[in-house]
């Protein structure tokens, strides 16, 4: 069974859609690891606040398998493709990292890019997974936080998940 971590993020009816997106996962995956949830602006876009954590499960689907389970959680919360890149959002579920595993194709991009981009998914997956090694930088969790500058504020949220 393989390790992956997911991100997730909404800034639309943000407490409904993260619940009800963490029991969509734990009814397809089992046991869940949760990061704490992080309120924080929007990035590239004015829009409402997101909502963003991380979460870590094993699973035996391979990473192109993983896709389409995704689609269809943030389908089913009411996610519509075809907008613009950077838009607000009911849920939006991204694969990270899939055990140590580098890939690179059209439509799968792992490990994300985002891990070193954004603190709103780097943060919460040093927090959860801190002795985790980028399989591309070689660098644990913790480090890669511990260098980063963070360019946006994030406040804890307690949304009684725990």
Not at 47 to 73: A, M, W
Not at 103 to 109: M, Q, R, S
Request: with cysteine; glycine share 6%; hydrophobic share 40%.
């Amino acid at each position: 069974m393989a390790m992956v971590y997911v991100s997730i993020g909404s800034n639309v009816e943000r407490r409904r859609n993260i619940v009800s997106c963490l029991q969509s996962l734990r009814d397809q995956f089992g046991e869940l690891w949760v990061s704490a949830v992080y309120e924080n602006e929007a990035v590239g876009f004015d829009g409402d606040n997101f909502y963003n954590l991380v979460v870590g499960f094993h699973t035996e689907l391979q990473p192109r398998e993983l896709g389409p389970v995704f689609r269809k959680i943030e389908s089913e919360h009411g996610r519509v493709r075809g907008g613009e890149r950077f838009s607000s959002r009911t849920l939006d579920v991204d694969l990270l990292l899939y055990d140590d595993r580098v890939l690179k194709e059209e439509g799968l991009d792992v490990p994300r890019d985002e891990i070193t981009r954004y603190a709103f998914v780097l943060k919460p997956l040093a927090e959860l997974a801190p002795d985790l090694i980028h399989p591309e930088l070689h660098k644990t969790m913790r480090e890669l936080w511990q260098t980063f500058e963070p360019k946006q504020s994030m406040t804890v949220v307690d949304l009684g998940i725990a």
